[in-house]
């Protein structure tokens, strides 16, 4: 079935329904229940927020047209390969030729589509239009990752270009891959 899709960045009405997806967890093995507390769920809050407030952020929603359901979002942040974080990455584990001189890159933070609207080619339309953001932000480099048991997305990975470049943990045990594309 053809829908009538639109793609457009996500704006503040958007921040209810990109927490919700982001708790959703979809796809992400847990390793014990996760119970947020008013604290933790505001800080999250916060957080989500700043993929529609911050420049180096950003969130792609796609929507159908006739009945106004989101049905896929995509977020992203401008990263760099040599800035110190907060928390575990693997960047310095990564040859440092890959990055653009700067170092910044791309990474996607969230990529997701409603279940009804699976394998019709919608996570390919918000990938593309990641990519439209890299070349908007001239950034040269593209970096996702997944864990190693979500082979669809891998494969939807490897279907568009990308190139795995790391297996295994990143924060916990859970085997990753690093996936990552270059944009011309």
């Keep these: 079935m053809k829908h009538s899709i639109r793609k457009r960045?996500?704006?503040i009405e958007d921040l209810e329904f990109l927490?919700?997806?982001?708790?959703l967890d979809e796809g992400i093995t847990q390793l014990e229940e996760q119970k947020l507390t008013k604290t933790e769920l505001e800080a999250h809050?916060?957080?989500i927020?700043?993929?529609?407030?911050d420049k180096d952020r950003g969130a792609l929603i796609l929507e159908n047209i006739e009945t106004k359901q989101r049905i896929g979002t995509i977020m992203y942040c401008i990263s760099c390969r040599d800035k110190e974080y907060p928390w575990k990455t693997i960047y310095h584990e990564l040859d440092r030729e890959i990055f653009q001189e700067d170092g910044r890159f791309l990474e996607i933070f969230q990529l997701w589509i409603d279940s009804g609207y699976r394998r019709?080619?919608?996570?390919?339309q918000l990938k593309r239009f990641v990519e439209d953001e890299a070349r908007r932000h001239k950034v040269n480099l593209v970096y996702t990752h997944t864990e190693e048991s979500n082979q669809h997305v891998i494969d939807l990975n490897l279907k568009?270009?990308?190139?795995?470049?790391?297996?295994?943990?990143?924060?916990?045990e859970i085997t990753r891959v690093s996936l990552i594309k270059y944009i011309k």
Excluded: Q
């Design 120 to 124: 019709h080619g919608y996570g390919t």
């Design 160 to 172: 568009l270009g990308y190139k795995e470049v790391r297996r295994g943990p990143i924060w916990d």
């Design 19 to 23: 927490i919700y997806v982001d708790l």
């Design 9 to 11: 960045k996500a704006n």
């Design 49 to 53: 927020k700043t993929f529609i407030d």
């Design 45 to 47: 809050y916060d957080k």
